[in-house]
T-cell receptor, first 111, second 119 residues
Framework: GQQVMQIPQYQHVQEGEDFTTYCNSS?????IQWYKQRPGGHPVFLIQ?????EVKKQKRLTFQFGEAKKNSSLHITATQTTDVGTYFC???????????FGTGTRLKVLA | EPEVTQTPSHQVTQMGQEVILRCVPI?????FYWYRQILGQKVEFLVS????????KSEIFDDQFSVERPDGSNFTLKIRSTKLEDSAMYFC?????????????????FGPGTRLTVL
C-alpha cells in the first residue's frame, strides 16, 4: 500500500539553528498538506501544496513540493523554542479519499 | 473561532466492550474523518465520510468499526468489541471541501482527541 516516510525521525537543534524535514511518498500525490502537533496536542494545519515544484513561505517556514509530486520538504530558519513539536506531512493520491500521514519528525529546540 | 469538539476526552473500557466516541464537526463542513494515533506514533487514517456515506476506509477500519452521523451536528465512531490494541488517541477532523483542485478550503481541522484505554 501507499507509504509516506519522513526523515529524520528526531532532530535536536540549538535555538537559532535551521531545521529541515523531508517527506517521501511511494506514489505520486495530487496534493500534500503539512501539520504541526505540539506535545499532548492535536495536529494543526500549516499549509497545502498542489503544483509541481511549488514553494510557499510562511514567515520562517518554507515548504516545497517536488517536481515529480512524490516528495516535499519543510525548512525552518532560525528555530525558536515555540517551534517544538512533531511535523507531519499528509499526502493525497488522486482518486482516493484518504490522506496518508507521514511518519513525522519530532523537533526539539534547545535554548 | 469555530472548532471541532470531541467527547469524552478520556475513555477507559474493558476488552470486549463497545465504545462510542463522539465528535461535533465545524458547522459548515461537509467532510468528516476519523484518525487514530498510538502513543508516539504517526497519525493513521481510519475513515472518511461525506453525504452520509463512507467515502473511503483503511484496512484498520474492519467490521468492528462503524461511523454514523445521527443528526445534523454529531459524528460518531463506534467500536463494537474493543481489543487491547485499540488503545490509542482517536482524532475526529472535518473540512469544508475535499480536494485542492475543487476548492482551497480543504484543510482538515482536528478535534482535541479522545484517549481510549482498553484494559
Amino acid at each position: 500500500g501507499q507509504q509516506v516516510m519522513q526523515i529524520p525521525q528526531y532532530q535536536h537543534v540549538q535555538e537559532g539553528e535551521d531545521f529541515t524535514t523531508y517527506c517521501n511518498s511511494s506514489t505520486t500525490l495530487s496534493n500534500i498538506q503539512w501539520y504541526k502537533q505540539r506535545p499532548g496536542g492535536h495536529p494543526v494545519f500549516l499549509i497545502q501544496l498542489v503544483k509541481s515544484g511549488e514553494v510557499k513561505k510562511q514567515k520562517r517556514l518554507t515548504f516545497q513540493f517536488g517536481e515529480a509530486k512524490k516528495n516535499s520538504s519543510l525548512h525552518i530558519t532560525a528555530t525558536q523554542t515555540t517551534d517544538v513539536g512533531t511535523y507531519f506531512c499528509a499526502g493525497l493520491t488522486s482518486g482516493t479519499y484518504k490522506y496518508i500521514f507521514g511518519t513525522g519528525t519530532r523537533l526539539k529546540v534547545l535554548a | 473561532e469555530p472548532e471541532v469538539t470531541q467527547t469524552p476526552s478520556h475513555q477507559v473500557t474493558q476488552m470486549g466492550q463497545e465504545v462510542i466516541l463522539r465528535c461535533v464537526p465545524i458547522s459548515n463542513h461537509l467532510y468528516f474523518y476519523w484518525y487514530r494515533q498510538i502513543l508516539g506514533q504517526k497519525v493513521e487514517f481510519l475513515v472518511s465520510f461525506y453525504n452520509n456515506e463512507i467515502s473511503e476506509k483503511s484496512e484498520i477500519f474492519d467490521d468492528q468499526f462503524s461511523v454514523e452521523r445521527p443528526d445534523g451536528s454529531n459524528f460518531t465512531l463506534k467500536i463494537r468489541s474493543t481489543k487491547l490494541e485499540d488503545s490509542a488517541m482517536y482524532f475526529c477532523a472535518s473540512s469544508e471541501a475535499w480536494e485542492a483542485g475543487v476548492s482551497p478550503y480543504n484543510e482538515q481541522f482536528f478535534g482535541p482527541g479522545t484517549r481510549l484505554t482498553v484494559l
